[in-house]
């Protein structure tokens, strides 16, 4: 059964850090991972997606890293702002049919 | 564009009383996703529509939980009766078709079970 972990589960930095959020997954045959943003009180935004077969993706200030045969994905973010504060969630679908498996999260606060 | 709409926002009921919730996805999207998401953990899916056809379910308590979609577009989540452990936040999202279609996600319904 596919489990998704992401540590750590709070994370404070000062503005302007760069910073790296860490996801790990259990069974390494997947479709596609994604990472997500999510503010209090509101729904999932979709930040960036990996296919299988890519190594990395990038929007703007962040970017996303794969290595499928450790079970690991890594998300940068580049000069952390304040309104980068949110919850960072990681989710792999591993049939291609669009369920995901999320991650617990990484609740992200940037101090000014 | 208008996003995914759900109501209730919120919602407090005693626990063996029923509740339902409503989601409008983005017009024209054929795949609809029901979600719970319990304090502290992330999304899990419940169920999951492809037109009006159910493509997935192996996750919903079907002793207390139906979902249906008619006619394609709106759905409705129904608990029934509820307990202590569902509270929680009830997410819908949408997208396109299946597969690597980005899914939008509305605000959720907090449920909370007295």
């Known amino acids: 059964k596919q489990e998704v972990t992401q540590i750590p589960a709070a994370l404070s930095v000062p503005e302007g850090e760069n910073l790296v959020l860490n996801c790990s997954f259990t069974?390494?045959?997947?479709?596609?991972l994604q990472w997500f943003r999510q503010d209090p009180g509101k729904g999932l935004t979709s930040l960036l997606l990996?296919?299988?077969?890519?190594r990395e993706q990038t929007s703007g200030r962040l970017n996303a890293s794969l290595d499928k045969s450790s079970g690991r994905s890594t998300l940068y973010i580049a000069a952390s702002q304040p309104g980068d504060s949110a919850t960072y969630l990681c989710?792999?679908?591993?049939?291609?049919?669009?369920?995901?498996?999320f991650g617990q999260g990484t609740e992200l606060s940037v101090k000014p | 564009e208008a996003g995914v709409a759900q109501s209730p926002r919120y919602k407090i009921i005693e626990k063996r009383q029923s509740v339902a919730f409503w989601c409008n996805p983005i017009?024209?999207?054929?795949?609809l996703y029901w979600y719970q998401q319990i304090l502290g953990q992330g999304p899990k899916l419940l169920i999951q529509?492809?037109?009006?056809?159910?493509?997935?379910d192996s996750q919903l308590p079907k002793d207390r939980f139906s979902a249906e979609r008619l006619k394609g577009v709106d759905s409705t989540l129904k608990i029934q009766p509820a307990k202590l452990e569902d509270s929680a936040v009830y997410l819908c999202?949408?997208?396109?078709?299946?597969?690597?279609?980005?899914?939008?996600f509305g605000p959720g319904t907090r449920l909370t079970v007295l």
């Open positions: 529509f492809q037109n009006n056809g159910v493509v997935d």
């Open positions: 069974d390494s045959a997947i479709y596609n």
């Open positions: 990996i296919q299988s077969s890519q």
């Open positions: 017009s024209g999207h054929a795949t």
């Open positions: 999202a949408s997208s396109l078709g299946m597969g690597t279609d980005t899914q939008y």
């Open positions: 989710a792999v679908d591993e049939m291609g049919g669009g369920k995901l498996i």
